[in-house]
T-cell receptor, first 112, second 114 residues
Framework: SQKIEQNSEALNIQEGKTATLTCNYT??????LQWYRQDPGRGPVFLLL?????KEKRKERLKVTFDTTLKQSLFHITASQPADSATYLC???????????FGAGTRLFVKA | EAQVTQNPRYLITVTGKKLTVTCSQN?????MSWYRQDPGLGLRQIYY???????DKGDVPEGYKVSRKEKRNFPLILESPSPNQTSLYFC?????????????FGQGTRLTVV
C-alpha cells in the first residue's frame, strides 16, 4: 500500500546549525512534492514545491531535494533559528498529479 | 488578504447533537477540502469539492456531510457527533485539485465530543 514516512521523533538542534528533515515514500510516483510548516494549533502554511525533474529547490534559508530513485525528499533549514521551531509536513500527489497526500510531519525544536 | 476562515475555532459538544463547522475562502478557488488531524496520523481528508455542487468522499468520510452551494463556502456537518470525532479539523482551498497548486488552510477547529 502507499505510504509516506516522516520521522515521528522530534528533531532537536542548536541555533545556527542546519536542520535536515526526511520524507520517504513507497508505492508512489509523485510528479510534485510540497513542504509545509505548521505551528501548534494552526493550519499548515505552504513553503516550497519541487517537481520530479528538479533535483533541488531553494528559497532563502530553505533547500529541498527530491530523489525519485531513493523515493525520498530532504528538507534543509540552514542557519536555523528558534523561530524555525515548528512541525514540517511533506505532501505529494497521490498519482496523476491529483489529490495531495500529507505526511504526519516532523517536529523541529531549535534551541537558542 | 487572501484567507480561509473557519468557525468556530473551538467547540465542545455532546454526543448526538448536530453541529456545523463553517469554512469560507476569498480567493475564488475551485477546490476545497476538509481534513482532520490526529496525533501520529497526520492530515486525513474527509471530503473534497472540485467545484460548486461537486463533492466527493475522501479517506475518512463516515459520520460527516458537506455541501458546496456557493464557490466560497464549504461547511462540514456532523449529523450525530460521537467521541471518536474529537479532533482538530482544517478546511483548505486551492486553485484546483492538481498537486502543483499549494493548499491554503484555515486556522483550524478543535472539536471535543463528550
Amino acid at each position: 500500500s502507499q505510504k509516506i514516512e516522516q520521522n515521528s521523533e522530534a528533531l532537536n538542534i542548536q541555533e545556527g546549525k542546519t536542520a535536515t528533515l526526511t520524507c520517504n515514500y513507497t508505492n508512489y510516483s509523485p510528479a510534485y512534492l510540497q513542504w509545509y510548516r505548521q505551528d501548534p494549533g494552526r493550519g499548515p502554511v505552504f513553503l516550497l514545491l519541487i517537481r520530479e525533474n528538479e533535483k533541488e529547490k531553494r528559497k532563502e534559508r530553505l533547500k529541498v531535494t527530491f530523489d525519485t530513485t531513493l523515493k525520498q525528499s530532504l528538507f534543509h533549514i540552514t542557519a536555523s533559528q528558534p523561530a524555525d521551531s515548528a512541525t514540517y509536513l511533506c505532501a505529494l500527489d497521490g498519482g496523476g498529479g491529483f489529490k495531495t497526500i500529507f505526511g504526519a510531519g516532523t517536529r523541529l525544536f531549535v534551541k537558542a | 488578504e487572501a484567507q480561509v476562515t473557519q468557525n468556530p475555532r473551538y467547540l465542545i459538544t455532546v454526543t448526538g447533537k448536530k453541529l456545523t463547522v463553517t469554512c469560507s475562502q476569498n480567493m475564488n478557488h475551485e477546490y476545497m477540502s476538509w481534513y482532520r488531524q490526529d496525533p501520529g496520523l497526520g492530515l486525513r481528508q474527509i471530503y473534497y469539492s472540485m467545484n460548486v455542487e461537486v463533492t466527493d468522499k475522501g479517506d475518512v468520510p463516515e459520520g460527516y456531510k458537506v455541501s458546496r452551494k456557493e464557490k466560497r463556502n464549504f461547511p462540514l456537518i456532523l449529523e450525530s457527533p460521537s467521541p471518536n470525532q474529537t479532533s482538530l479539523y482544517f478546511c483548505a482551498s486551492s486553485l484546483s485539485s492538481h498537486s502543483i497548486y499549494e493548499a491554503f488552510f484555515g486556522q483550524g477547529t478543535r472539536l471535543t465530543v463528550v
